[in-house]
C-alpha cells in the first residue's frame, strides 16, 4: 500500500519544526537554538527518509534566510544532516533516556564538527595541533548553551508530539 505524502502526521510534524525554527528569531542566548533538536525529532518521527532531511533543512534554511547567511555554514548542515541520523536511530525506539542520549550526543556531535570547521578555516587558530586544541578550548564555554538548548527543545518536541498522539490517536496510525 502506498504510504500517503501529506497525512496529518506529516502537518503536525511539519508544524512542530517550524514552530521550533521560528524560535531561532527572537532573542535567545548565544548558541541556545533548536537546530539539533529539530534534525533530532525529524529523523526519528517522518516515517519518508527524504522527508526526514527535507522538512527540516528547508525550516533550517527558511531561518537562515531571515537571519542572513554566515561563514561556516556548511558546518552547521553537516551537522544538521549527520544529527538527522541519529534521529533514525531513534525512529520506533523512543523514550525519555533515549532522547535525552541522543540530544546529548547530538550536542557532542555539533561541537566538534563546527569547530574542527572554524580550526580549518584557518582565520582564528594556526593550523597545527596547538592551535586545534586552542579552538576546542575556545569553545567550551558555548557548549552549555548549546547542551541545555538541544536537551530542552529535544523535550519540547518529543514530549508535545507525546501527547498529541496520546490525544489525536490518528497522528500515531498515519504515514509521514
Do not use: Q
Amino acid at each position: 500500500m502506498k504510504e500517503k505524502l501529506f497525512s496529518t502526521k506529516f502537518f503536525f510534524l511539519t508544524g512542530l519544526i517550524l514552530a521550533a525554527v521560528f524560535s531561532r528569531l527572537i532573542p535567545h542566548p548565544p548558541n541556545f537554538a533548536p537546530i539539533a533538536a529539530i534534525a533530532l525529532f525529524g529523523g526519528a518521527y517522518f516515517d519518508n527518509k527524504k522527508l526526514a532531511f527535507i522538512v527540516p533543512f528547508i525550516a533550517l534554511l527558511i531561518s537562515d534566510l531571515v537571519i542572513g547567511f554566515y561563514d561556516g555554514m556548511w558546518a552547521i548542515y553537516l551537522s544538521f544532516a549527520l544529527v538527522v541520523g541519529i534521529g533514525f536511530m531513534l525512529r520506533n525506539r523512543v523514550n525519555t533516556g533515549r532522547v535525552a542520549i541522543a540530544a546529548v550526543s547530538s550536542s557532542v556531535l555539533f561541537f566538534v564538527v563546527t569547530n574542527f570547521a572554524v580550526w580549518v578555516s584557518g582565520f582564528l587558530y594556526p593550523m597545527n595541533f596547538s592551535g586545534l586544541v586552542t579552538c576546542y578550548t575556545a569553545a567550551i564555554p558555548f557548549f552549555h548553551n548549546t547542551l541545555i538548548g538541544d536537551l530542552v527543545y529535544s523535550g519540547a518536541l518529543f514530549g508535545l508530539y507525546a501527547l498529541a498522539k496520546v490525544k489525536y490517536p490518528s497522528l500515531v496510525e498515519t504515514k509521514a
